[in-house]
């Protein structure tokens, strides 16, 4: 299946234009192999609000105190109200004195140009609650990928990325049009990229120039491939240094690039977060499989039709995370199933 073919679909539903505690063992999912590392723990509360998101923070055990943190999210396509809100996030960024960081996107729309982008990070309210940094304004440079990558021998992101000593990566989990869903791999991946290193991505190392992006699309798992080694490049340099926490909330199939994304048809699920990313994107997988079939048909076909979870296979095997762990209620009760419902 080409990649191609996908971008063909998005663009006939709508414009692509950006981009107490008790513990419970992970239920395998159908394409699972061996864990290759001893289960990581993977934190998660119900509460969706500012405290939630405080608390989810603070029981990873990880201080950020002392260090200059960037905060990376999607600031969300003009158009897109799905992407996590000012008042949700504030008060996490401003205890930790953070700069909000994003990059360009590769893709025309509204955050492409920087002037753009400036523009929508101000309609939606980021300006408000801290510093935005968009991280290729003025630079990219390269990193490299993990051992045994096949499509990128380098990984090229926003230069700014590397003036911070601390990261919380914060993702909204969601579906997404063109990786089957967007959660920590893909905010690490596409999101740090520069516009040229979301071109060497999206066409699994055969261009940087985004005016020839959307004629070097490669195979669908290719692509797939591509982004879990990206993603690893950027674990591999945050090292102890990072934090990751998930919201699941607004879950549409479609990412926050989309300025015209499907409505939502499952329920807000929580809040997760973990040290390790991939462990962190295979239990909000898992609780997508675990929720209501009927409310979730529509999401699960989108991330099998596009190999989504497939960059969960791929990272555990580039060795920077597993998908291997154990599930931590921090609400004083059960945490829920990720037992798959058909």
């Known amino acids: 299946m080409k990649h191609f073919f996908i971008f063909t679909l998005i663009a006939a539903a709508s414009a692509l234009t950006a981009c107490s505690q008790t513990a419970t063992q992970s239920e395998p999912s159908k394409t699972s192999v061996k864990p290759l590392k001893e289960a990581a723990t993977v934190y998660f509360t119900h509460d969706i ?10 029981a990873l055990g990880r201080s950020l105190e002392g260090k200059k943190v960037a905060v990376k ?3 969300g396509e003009a158009g897109n109200n799905h992407y996590l809100q000012p008042a949700l996030i504030g008060p996490l960024v401003k205890s930790l ?5 994003e990059c360009n996107t590769a893709y025309g729309g509204s955050r492409q140009e920087t002037s753009k982008h400036r523009q929508t990070i101000e309609e939606h309210g980021f300006n408000a609650i801290a510093k935005v940094v968009i991280m290729d304004e003025f630079a990219e440079t390269e990193i490299p990928t993990p051992a045994g990558s096949k499509f990128l021998k380098k990984d090229l992101i926003g230069a700014a990325f590397t003036n911070y000593t601390g990261f919380v990566i914060l993702n909204h989990f969601k579906g997404h049009q063109m990786g089957g869903f967007g959660g920590a791999l893909k905010n690490l991946s596409i999101g740090v990229g520069s516009t040229s290193g979301k071109a060497r991505i999206h066409t699994a190392g055969k261009t940087d120039d985004a005016g020839k992006l959307w004629a070097n699309l490669p195979e669908q798992k290719d692509f797939i491939e591509s982004m879990a080694e990206a993603a690893g490049a950027v674990v591999n340099y945050m090292g102890d240094r990072a934090v990751y926490i998930s919201v699941m909330n607004n879950i549409s199939i479609d990412c926050d690039c989309n300025g015209h994304p499907a409505k939502p048809e499952m329920a807000d699920v929580g809040i997760l977060a973990s040290l390790d990313p991939v462990a962190l994107d295979k239990a909000c997988v898992d609780l997508v499989y675990a929720s209501d079939p009927q409310k979730s048909a529509s999401l699960r076909k989108r991330m099998e039709d596009m190999l989504g979870p497939h960059i969960l296979d791929r990272a555990e095997e580039l ?3 597993t998908k291997n762990y154990k599930l931590v209620s921090l609400d004083g009760n059960e945490p829920p199933s990720t037992k798959r419902v058909d």
């Open 73 to 75: 999210i999607s600031t």
């Open 319 to 321: 060795g920077y995370g």
């Open 97 to 101: 004195n953070g700069d909000i960081v």
């Open 49 to 58: 609000s500012p405290e939630g998101l405080q608390k989810a923070y603070k």
